[in-house]
């Protein structure tokens, strides 16, 4: 089985920490391959930058079994799959879904305070609007995680925290492809699960 990650930004670093987190999740006989687009923004925080990314994703729905967009606001994800007949997962969708099962609950912690509102739109198109405690924002851009992870780490664990402890979340969906180095801390710290997207999305595209 060939399963092609798609980071729908144009930033390596992320691509390869993506590939890394799901060559240790794949099953046995899964082929992955990462790749970015090769034109696009180098991350994306708003609405301009998920829809500049689209063109480049729909260019990546080539040779591949199943598809998985990883970036948290599933930019494309509809239009892929007209443009193809095979499974296409988004790491939103896929983290949302897989909540239900574990948790009654749960908050999002997102990047800068301006991509909340692109999370909470997400949200209530997936109609999980009643089980979303919270959406909350690092303050951070995406690349500031690549250039000094304790520092987003620390961040996230305070959004976290605040989304466990005042707004009642029994879950934490973590609202960026580029966190998915973090989860084992936060979990170890929050007492609750943890879930990056990335994995919940690579594994439903296997089983599909």
Do not use: H
């Amino acid at each position: 089985m060939k399963i092609k990650l798609i980071n729908p930004n144009t930033t390596l670093e992320m691509t390869e920490s993506i590939r890394l987190v799901a060559e240790k999740y794949k099953a046995a006989g899964t082929e992955i391959i990462a790749v970015s687009p090769k034109t696009g923004p180098d991350s994306i925080e708003t609405f301009m930058d998920d829809y500049l990314a689209v063109p480049g994703v729909l260019k990546e729905i080539i040779d591949g079994d199943a598809y998985v967009i990883a970036c948290f606001g599933d930019p494309g994800l509809k239009a892929a799959r007209e443009v193809t007949t095979k499974p296409v997962v988004g790491i939103a969708e896929a983290a949302i879904l897989i909540s239900e099962l574990i948790a009654p609950s749960f908050s999002i912690i997102s990047v800068l305070d301006r991509s909340v509102q692109i999370t909470r739109e997400l949200v209530y198109g997936y109609g999980a609007e009643r089980r979303c405690k919270s959406v909350r924002s690092t303050g951070l851009e995406v690349l500031e995680f690549n250039r000094n992870p304790q520092k987003g780490l620390e961040a996230l664990k305070r959004e976290a925290e605040k989304a466990v402890r005042e707004d009642g979340a029994e879950c934490i969906l973590l609202g960026c492809a580029g966190f998915v180095d973090f989860v084992q801390d936060l979990r170890k710290t929050l007492g609750v699960p943890v879930l990056d997207g990335v994995v919940p999305a690579l594994k439903l595209a296997e089983a599909m």
